[in-house]
C-alpha cells in the first residue's frame, strides 16, 4: 500500500511565484487534511475536507487554496508565495469517522526565497 | 483553541518514566497522541474518546479526564526508540478539525 504520497519532496520559489503540491492517497479515506510545520509552533490546519467537492477553513488558511475534485486527490495550491510560507507541509487523511487515527504523507519541504 | 501541552521538553535515561499533558479549554470529543521523529512524519499512538479512558501501546499509555479535558500520555520503562516530538491533537464536537498543541520533545539518554 502507497498510503498518502506527497510529491515534491523539496521546492524552492521565488516571492510571487504560485505552485501545486500534490497530495494522494489509495485508502479510500473521505477525509483529507494540510498541515504546516514550522518550529515551536507545531501542525497548524491549513484547509481539509470531509468528501469528494467540500472543503472548509483550518487555523491558518489565508494564501493558500484547496480543492477535491476525487476522493484520492487533495492539493493545495500557494498562489503567489512569501517567504513567511517557508515551511513543512504535510498532507494526512483518514475514514470519515472522528475516532479514526490521521495517516500523514512524508511531507513537502518548501523554501520560498 | 489549540490545545497546551506541558512539559515543552524532557530528558530522561532509559528506564525512566514520563508524563506529557494536553488541556484544552474546549469539550473535546476526542484526542489524538502522535510521535514524530527527526526529518519523519508523525506516527500515530492512539486515540481517547470517553472520559476516564485509558488505553496502552507496548509501554506507552494514555487517559482522557473529560471534566477537565485534559489528556495524559505515560511512558514507563522509557527506551531510546521513545525519543522524539509528541504531539497532542483534539478535535472539538460538531467540528471536523483535528487541532494539534506545539509538542513535547522527549530525549532518553543511555
Known amino acids: 500500500n502507497a498510503g498518502v504520497t506527497q510529491t515534491p519532496k523539496f521546492q524552492v520559489l521565488k516571492t510571487g511565484q504560485s505552485m501545486t503540491l500534490q497530495c494522494a492517497q489509495d485508502m479510500n479515506h473521505e477525509y483529507m487534511s494540510w498541515y504546516r510545520q514550522d518550529p515551536g509552533m507545531g501542525l497548524r490546519l491549513i484547509h481539509y475536507?470531509?468528501?469528494?467537492?467540500?472543503?472548509d477553513q483550518g487555523e491558518v488558511p489565508n494564501g493558500y487554496n484547496v480543492s477535491r475534485s476525487t476522493t484520492e486527490d487533495f492539493p493545495l495550491r500557494l498562489l503567489s508565495a512569501a517567504p513567511s510560507q517557508t515551511s513543512v507541509y504535510f498532507c494526512?487523511?483518514?475514514?470519515?469517522?472522528?475516532?479514526?487515527?490521521?495517516?500523514f504523507g512524508n511531507g513537502t519541504r518548501l523554501t520560498v526565497t | 483553541q489549540q490545545p497546551v501541552q506541558s512539559p515543552q521538553a524532557v530528558i530522561l535515561r532509559e528506564g525512566e518514566d514520563a508524563v506529557i499533558n494536553c488541556s484544552s479549554s474546549k469539550a473535546l470529543y476526542s484526542v489524538h497522541w502522535y510521535r514524530q521523529k527527526h526529518g519523519e512524519a508523525p506516527i500515530f499512538l492512539m486515540i481517547l474518546l470517553k472520559g476516564g479512558e485509558q488505553k496502552g501501546h507496548d509501554k506507552i499509555s494514555a487517559s482522557f479526564n473529560e471534566k477537565k479535558q485534559q489528556s495524559s500520555l505515560y511512558l514507563t520503562a522509557s527506551q531510546l526508540s521513545y525519543s522524539g516530538t509528541y504531539f497532542c491533537?483534539?478535535?472539538?464536537?460538531?467540528?471536523?478539525?483535528?487541532?494539534f498543541g506545539t509538542g513535547t520533545r522527549l530525549q532518553v539518554f543511555p
Open positions: 494526512a487523511s483518514r475514514t470519515g469517522q472522528g475516532n479514526s487515527p490521521l495517516h
Open positions: 475536507s470531509v468528501g469528494a467537492g467540500i472543503t
Open positions: 491533537g483534539t478535535e472539538v464536537y460538531d467540528t471536523d478539525k483535528l487541532i
